[in-house]
């Protein structure tokens, strides 16, 4: 009996033990970290089109695709077992970084414009310049004049670069222009304002990148490293770049007082550094809104996107009159109508940017959230500040007025990580 008793024991524990087991590997899948699960063969495929590979070189750059390729840039989806890629239509992505496999940050993963944008643009393309509603993209931008001129250029002149409709290139300087030259991030560093370093499939990227949006050339030659409030450019690939990670501006309109007080210090330090800065730059807003602006975890506010930010250079001033920006070409037409009128650059108040703060962005991070008086003399401030109509002093000075009624009011504790303990020690603050 005690030996039959045994044998059925015996039975029915070899029968419940792979049960045990995948049990057991069920809950350590759920409750082990994602980025600590040894990486499985994934079942997704990149494809060029997600990436816009395949329309290189009228693309970006590819400083960043290794990263992509060896799962060392992830996006979100990708933290679940199914390893799906997003949408390919959306503008932003969600993602992670990592330079060791075992430490990830927090990344954004953005089109330099929508998808439909970028199709619309390629068929207009093919279009004007092939007669056909489909073509080599790259093939039909290397045979226009402008892109013939680059190929023989030595150095990036704003010859080269006038009838561009992005902001920062509608008062161009020779020194501004070396910059961009010197510091480019898709070629590697010779440190020189002439182009002997570049490919000419560099000159096409640089080219188009400078058409369809300066952003990524802005974090460039005005990195964060310097003190610039720019986000970090970690690379890019195809017709997608890669930045360090913000929260934008509008997840903190209904903020506490003391984390709107404090935002709202930092762009009005940031808007006052666009004016005055070493490098004698103006750099201006042509719009802002609540994306425009950025925060990081440790509190630290940035500009996030720098799309619609010009550059005027007070050093040397533009080099290109007003007449001779009215030249147009597809380079001039690929995200907007090129019918769009020049902004004459002697016009361009020195707080322009100052004003679209005061009247889109800081009413609503800091409207209802003080005690009158104090309310009331910072509505009274926002109002003088936010009037396009006044000379530049009274509005600078209706900007310094709220200041001084809200440094007061800025906290000092470890909420506030990017200037805590420091805030305690330093006048600075």
Same mark, same amino acid.
Request: include cysteine; proline fraction near 5%; charged fraction near 20%.
């Given at each position: ?10 039975n ?9 087991f ?43 695709c ?32 990592t ?58 002149t704003? %010859? &080269?670069?006038?009838? !561009? #409709? /992005? ?8 020194? *501004? ?51 610039w ?13 890669v ?18 007080? %404090? &935002?709202?210090?930092? !762009? #009005? /330090? ?8 070493? *490098? ?11 994306g ?57 108040k020195h ?12 009413p609503?991070? &800091?409207?209802?959230?003080? #005690? ?7 509505d009274?401030? *926002? ?17 310094q007025?709220?200041?001084?009624i ?13 200037r ?9 603050y």
């Amino acid at each position: 009996m005690r030996s039959w008793l045994h044998c059925l024991c015996s039975n029915f524990l070899v029968w419940l033990l792979p049960f045990l087991f995948l049990n057991c590997s069920l809950f350590l899948e759920a409750t082990v970290s994602p980025s600590s699960v040894p990486r499985v063969k994934p079942n997704y495929s990149f494809g060029r089109t997600f990436l816009g590979l395949d329309k290189c070189n009228a693309c970006i750059g590819t400083s960043i695709c290794k990263k992509f390729f060896k799962e060392e840039i992830r996006f979100d989806s990708w933290l679940s077992s199914r390893l799906k890629l997003p949408p390919n239509y959306l503008s932003c992505y969600s993602g992670n970084y990592t330079d060791d496999t075992k430490s990830w940050r927090p990344v954004e993963i953005s089109r330099l414009t929508t998808k439909y944008q970028h199709d619309q643009s390629d068929k207009r393309i093919c279009t004007s310049l092939a007669h056909s509603k489909s073509c080599s993209i790259e093939r039909a931008l290397w045979k226009t004049e402008r892109f013939q001129k680059w190929l023989k250029a030595k150095r990036l002149t704003p %010859d &080269l670069v006038q009838g !561009l #409709l /992005t902001p920062m290139l509608r008062c161009p300087s020779q020194r *501004l222009l070396d910059r961009i030259v010197r510091r480019y991030a898709e070629v590697p560093d010779a440190g020189s304002v002439f182009m002997d370093h570049f490919a000419d499939r560099d000159k096409l990227r640089l080219l188009y990148t400078l058409s369809v949006n300066a952003h990524p050339i802005i974090l460039q030659i005005f990195p964060g490293a310097e003190g610039w409030p720019f986000p970090k450019y970690l690379g890019s690939c195809g017709r997608l770049i890669v930045t360090m990670s913000t929260r934008p501006l509008k997840e903190f309109y209904g903020s506490s007082s003391d984390i709107a007080t %404090d &935002l709202a210090l930092q !762009l #009005l /330090t940031i808007i006052d550094s666009m004016r005055n800065n070493d *490098l004698n730059y103006l750099f201006y807003f042509t719009h802002v809104d609540a994306g425009t602006f950025g925060v990081f975890n440790n509190g630290h506010l940035f500009i996030r996107d720098a799309s619609t930010l010009g550059v005027i250079d007070k050093q040397e001033g533009s080099q290109l009159t007003d007449g001779q920006q009215e030249h147009k070409d597809v380079f001039s037409c690929l995200v907007t109508d090129c019918q769009s009128a020049f902004t004459s650059c002697n016009s361009i108040k020195h707080t322009q940017s100052l004003i679209m703060v005061c009247e889109e962005l800081l009413p609503k991070l &800091l409207k209802e959230k003080f #005690l009158s008086p104090v309310q009331e003399k910072i509505d009274r401030a *926002l109002r003088t500040c936010a009037d396009s109509f006044l000379p530049d002093q009274k509005v600078i000075t209706a900007a310094q007025a709220l200041v001084g009624i809200l440094k007061p009011l800025q906290p000092c504790d470890s909420r506030f990580a990017y200037r805590y303990p420091d805030c305690k020690y330093s006048a600075k603050y």
